[in-house]
């Protein structure tokens, strides 16, 4: 089975993945497909606080399949998908190290809490919105965006201190 770019609508990924896969279970085409992936994290909106899905790439997805002309109309009559990427009857499989990391990318984040999306600069004033110094005011000196930390520099008593932070303890000031 070989890898395959997939358009579709944007904003319906979710739907036309669950359309391919109810029509390969309908048509009994399970042996011919394995995974079908839409690449998305789920972030947290840092002015809502709320948890927001966030697509890799919007509008397509991935469909590990075998190609032949039985898929290959399966797939391209399938309720909000508007055809393979690359070819119009015989397209090419996505790389397989290109599918390695995006499936490395998904498999980081299924394990993970939801990440903060990242807005903050280097020496940006902030306010700390939790934790022991809530409301004091602070200059970004470090991001790290892999652990969602960040390390902020206030004045306590007229002393630098410096403290770490989740992306979601500090807020931008306007």
Same mark, same amino acid.
């Given at each position: 089975?070989?890898?395959?770019?997939?358009?579709?609508? %944007? +904003?319906?990924?979710?739907?036309?993945?669950? =359309? /391919?896969?109810?029509?390969?279970?309908?048509?009994?085409?399970?042996? $011919?497909?394995? $995974?079908?992936?839409? #690449?998305?994290?789920?972030?947290?909106?840092?002015?809502?606080?709320?948890?927001?899905?966030?697509? !890799?790439?919007?509008?397509?997805?991935?469909?590990?399949?075998?190609?032949?002309?039985?898929?290959?109309?399966?797939?391209?009559?399938? #309720?909000?998908?508007?055809?393979?990427?690359? =070819?119009?009857?015989? #397209?090419?499989?996505?790389?397989?190290?290109?599918?390695?990391?995006?499936?490395?990318?998904?498999?980081?984040? *299924?394990?993970?809490?939801?990440?903060?999306?990242?807005?903050?600069?280097?020496? *940006?004033?902030?306010? /700390?919105?939790?934790?022991?110094?809530? %409301?004091?005011?602070?200059?970004?000196?470090?991001?790290?965006?892999?652990?969602?930390?960040?390390?902020?520099?206030?004045?306590? !008593? =007229? $002393?630098?201190? %410096?403290?770490?932070? +989740?992306?979601?303890?500090?807020?931008?000031?306007?």
């Amino acid at each position: 089975m070989r890898w395959y770019a997939v358009h579709t609508l %944007s +904003g319906s990924e979710d739907k036309a993945r669950r =359309g /391919l896969e109810q029509r390969i279970e309908l048509h009994e085409l399970g042996d $011919r497909f394995g $995974r079908v992936l839409v #690449p998305s994290e789920t972030v947290v909106d840092p002015k809502t606080k709320r948890k927001v899905t966030r697509r !890799f790439y919007p509008g397509y997805m991935l469909v590990q399949m075998v190609l032949d002309n039985e898929t290959w109309h399966l797939v391209k009559n399938t #309720p909000r998908v508007m055809g393979f990427v690359g =070819g119009a009857r015989n #397209p090419p499989p996505v790389p397989d190290e290109e599918v390695r990391r995006i499936t490395a990318m998904l498999s980081d984040d *299924e394990e993970a809490a939801p990440r903060p999306v990242l807005d903050f600069e280097l020496g *940006e004033e902030v306010r /700390l919105t939790e934790g022991s110094y809530a %409301s004091m005011r602070g200059t970004v000196e470090e991001i790290s965006e892999q652990r969602g930390k960040l390390r902020v520099k206030i004045n306590i !008593f =007229g $002393r630098p201190v %410096s403290t770490e932070l +989740g992306f979601h303890q500090v807020e931008k000031l306007s």
